[in-house]
């Protein structure tokens, strides 16, 4: 990365005249958001960028920058096209034939103005590179094809919002990559209300060049930050980069486009349209179901290693919905049929606790399947896929109002069974097996699945010899000027306090020495003095626990138990005050 403060990363979605709108996007060197807009002319293209492009800068444009080829295609497009074609991401033809680059391109007049070096390979820190969103989305994100948020004849308006829904939820998932971009903000809650809210497609078109103008600056940050995994097409034909040239991500050599969608006469696309146009409100619900799945476990005291949510792509749900088998389709009514629409997914350290959760969802929820899918493989003599698959269905309540009337699919398993099958999966479904190999794999595999159920076994009677003789809980220590009590030290006051109690997760020990410093609770001495009075056999009737609860839990009860309301009303507790003042009324019945 260029050592010169400040660098930024401009993304320019050019139209091809100046009564279209144009995008325009900049990011800092760390990946966030700082500017995003539309404007039409070229002197307003200029003055939008005039603060970010006196420093160090890398402009990516949208547009062809250099054209001096006469007809057909510039070399650089037909390498790309090489490529991407069959991704539907090919690039048109720029030729000097055509009117608007007879006199030059737009893009380079813009270069121009702000004084860039066309040169990609320049090094200077001020230029401009052309760039392609459509080939970049492909190979960054390995879509089997090009989202169709572009309006052409034949996509509805729920479709093109479905497809730039889906685009900006990619975008924001680069939040977590090793070349990170943050889009988070007013500016950007505000694009996705608008295209929530859109009645017409031309309000999607303003957006979509916004959203590409992101697209055209991260790709630059990626020619900064990360060159080795940028292509630079046309450098390397006879004529150079002075032929013209496009940059974009490199596409991964085992990438391959999937089958070109099929329409038929049938329910598949208008459920697909429907479903696209739900997405968005079922990401939020997909966010509350596992939202409701961790607060259950955290309220019985189930100590797990994760809890995960997901919401089927729309490209996923499309795919399932087209399925069909002797011509026709497997799903008439795929909105109501497709039942893995939302997804939870649960890890626990040991079998027994499997049942337990189990148990614990289908008191909060109608069981509309449950499959014991490692018992179903057992009665058939086998070793393999281990998981249990609940299908609920939630009625709405405070903090999960979406869920009403939906159905969720919630998978259970260990952490054991988890790597059996994301290992299984990612070389079965994802990877390439010789013929040779398979039955030799499929032995391999089954032999694991085995010593796996066995080493769950041992996993959970090693669990209750603990609970009859508790060892001290691994807990990271707190930070030197942290003035809450030492989770560790916590752990082990704990494990003494409540001798019978079960594990507690290791973060919620840090958690509640929070909510001891608002109480003014400090030292351990304050502590055993709250505690005194509490009478644990009666707290542990009044709450009628059906499964051992950890030490942590046992805590919140007594605390609640001596501190009553102003225990509610921390400021810690804000996000569970309805859940408490329903334990402190059966604390305080009879």
């Not at 259950?296 to 809890?307: K, M, Q």
């Not at 010593?451 to 090693?462: G, V």
């Not at 009478?535 to 009628?544: K, L, Q, S, V």
Request: overall charge negative; aromatic content about 6%; charged content about 25%.
């Amino acid at each position: 990365m260029s050592s010169t403060p400040p660098l930024h990363l401009v993304g320019i979605d050019l139209a091809w005249g100046q009564r279209q709108p144009t995008g325009l996007a900049v990011l800092d060197e760390t990946g966030r958001l700082l500017h995003i807009g539309a404007v039409r002319t070229d002197d307003e293209i200029e003055t939008a960028l005039a603060a970010y492009v006196e420093g160090g800068c890398v402009v990516a444009v949208d547009a062809p920058l250099i054209v001096r080829n006469a007809t057909g295609n510039r070399p650089a497009e037909a390498a790309l096209n090489r490529d991407f074609a069959r991704f539907d991401a090919g690039a048109h033809p720029s030729n000097t034939g055509k009117p608007e680059f007879a006199d030059g391109t737009r893009g380079q007049r813009i270069a121009a103005r702000l004084g860039l070096d066309l040169n990609p390979r320049s090094g200077r820190s001020r230029r401009a590179i052309e760039v392609y969103p459509h080939p970049a989305t492909v190979a960054l994100f390995r879509l089997g094809r090009t989202l169709k948020y572009k309006n052409k004849p034949g996509r509805t308006l729920v479709s093109l919002r479905g497809d730039l829904l889906a685009l900006m939820n990619l975008l924001e998932g680069l939040a977590d990559s090793a070349v990170p971009l943050h889009v988070e903000g007013p500016a950007w809650a505000e694009l996705r209300h608008r295209v929530a809210q859109a009645q017409r497609k031309s309000e999607l078109r303003v957006v979509e060049d916004q959203v590409d103008a992101v697209v055209c600056a991260y790709v630059a940050m990626l020619a900064v930050r990360a060159p080795e995994r940028v292509t630079v097409y046309g450098d390397d034909e006879p004529g150079g980069w002075q032929d013209g040239y496009i940059v974009t991500p490199t596409l991964p050599a085992d990438h391959r486009p999937t089958p070109r969608e099929r329409r038929t006469a049938g329910p598949a696309r208008p459920a697909v349209d429907e479903y696209a146009a739900q997405h968005p409100t079922l990401v939020q619900a997909g966010h509350q179901a596992a939202d409701l799945v961790r607060q259950v476990l955290d309220e019985a005291g189930i100590n797990y290693l994760t809890v995960t949510g997901r919401t089927k792509s729309i490209a996923s749900f499309a795919e399932k919905a087209s399925r069909t088998r002797d011509g026709r389709l497997l799903y008439t009514d795929p909105l109501r049929e497709i039942t893995d629409q939302l997804g939870v997914r649960v890890v626990t350290y040991v079998l027994s606790d499997v049942d337990v959760v189990a148990e614990l969802l289908a008191d909060q929820a109608v069981v509309v399947d449950d499959r014991d899918m490692g018992q179903e493989t057992a009665d058939e003599g086998r070793f393999g896929y281990a998981s249990r698959h609940l299908l609920l269905e939630v009625p709405p309540g405070p903090g999960h109002e979406l869920l009403g009337g939906r159905v969720v699919q919630v998978q259970i398993r260990t952490v054991l069974q988890h790597a059996w099958a994301e290992f299984e999966h990612a070389i079965r479904y994802k990877g390439t097996i010789p013929a040779e190999h398979a039955s030799d794999l499929d032995r391999r595999f089954t032999l694991a699945a085995g010593l796996i159920e066995l080493a769950d076994r041992e996993f959970t009677t090693i669990r209750d010899r603990l609970r009859s003789a508790p060892a001290e809980p691994v807990v990271e220590p707190a930070a030197v000027d942290d003035p809450r009590l030492d989770p560790r030290e916590l752990a082990a006051f704990l494990a003494g306090q409540y001798a019978d109690a079960g594990w507690s997760r290791a973060d919620h020990y840090a958690w509640i020495s929070g909510l001891l410093l608002e109480l003014g609770v400090t030292s351990f001495a304050e502590l055993a003095d709250v505690l005194r009075p509490t009478d644990a056999r009666r707290i542990n009737e009044r709450m009628g626990y059906r499964y051992p609860p950890g030490a942590v839990r046992r805590l919140d009860d007594a605390l609640l138990a001596v501190f009553g309301e102003r225990y509610v009303d921390l400021h810690g507790n804000a996000h569970r005050a309805a859940l408490l003042r329903q334990r402190l009324e059966r604390l305080r019945a009879g």
